[in-house]
T-cell receptor
Framework: DAGVIQSPRHEVTEMGQEVTLRCKPI?????LFWYRQTMMRGLELLIYFNNNVPIDDSGMPEDRFSAKMPNASFSTLKIQPSEPRDSAVYFC??????????????FGQGTRLTVV | KQEVTQIPAALSVPEGENLVLNCSFT??????LQWFRQDPGKGLTSLLL?????REQTSGRLNASLDKSSGRSTLYIAASQPGDSATYLCALMDSSYKLIFGSGTRLLVRP
């Protein structure tokens, strides 16, 4: 398997524009996580899905952020409208629920978002 | 609320030295703990996973330990090499199945 695949790797957009980040989890994994990483706040969990269903979105900072998982092999994180403070690296991760103790998360390479 | 702390924030050592990175957490109700490595501008690579019922895991020169009762985990790196230079993050799966990260330790191994 190619691992967790994110696109684009880099995105530069103007304030107010809509941004869509994409993620393809590892085939067969049933959990998908979206994280945001900044120097100031480190890695923050935004939302996670189990079997395509959003389980916890309490980390989503504002209504401008939304995430979907229409099928087991694809998820999107959308920011509309984008603001400069949204600039960060956004990571997607997936895991396979073997047992609750043995669930290991695998991360994509991230999308570096810059909002100017 | 679960809090994960990593000390030190940065560490510089000469090549060949053995070193220990620390991770502490406030709530012992965890399912597992994972150590990751992150190179600059890159994603996270999983190094070791310790289940809550385990005490330690080893992979090559890396050894991770877990003491749930005291809320501590350590990552031991033997015979450090310049290629080990990276940021090391610990993350634990809490009782609500979330993966909670520490802020990381930035390691520099000097040739």
């Amino acid at each position: 398997d190619a691992g967790v695949i994110q696109s684009p790797r880099h995105e530069v957009t103007e304030m107010g524009q809509e941004v869509t980040l994409r993620c393809k989890p590892i085939s067969g994994h049933d959990y998908l996580f979206w994280y945001r990483q900044t120097m100031m706040r480190g890695l923050e969990l935004l939302i996670y899905f189990n079997n395509n269903v959003p389980i916890d979105d309490s980390g989503m900072p504002e209504d401008r952020f939304s995430a979907k998982m229409p099928n087991a092999s694809f998820s999107t994180l959308k920011i509309q409208p984008s603001e400069p403070r949204d600039s960060a690296v956004y990571f997607c991760a997936s895991s396979l629920w073997l047992t609750v103790k043995n669930t290991e998360a695998f991360f994509g390479q991230g999308t570096r978002l810059t909002v100017v | 609320k679960q809090e994960v702390t990593q000390i030190p924030a940065a560490l510089s050592v000469p090549e060949g030295e053995n070193l220990v990175l620390n991770c502490s957490f406030t709530d012992s109700a965890i399912y597992n703990l994972q150590w990751f490595r992150q190179d600059p501008g890159k994603g996270l690579t999983s190094l070791l996973l310790i289940q809550s019922s385990q005490r330690e895991q080893t992979s090559g020169r890396l050894n991770a330990s877990l003491d749930k009762s005291s809320g501590r985990s350590t990552l031991y790196i033997a015979a450090s090499q310049p290629g080990d230079s990276a940021t090391y993050l610990c993350a634990l799966m809490d009782s609500s199945y979330k993966l909670i990260f520490g802020s990381g330790t930035r390691l520099l191994v000097r040739p």
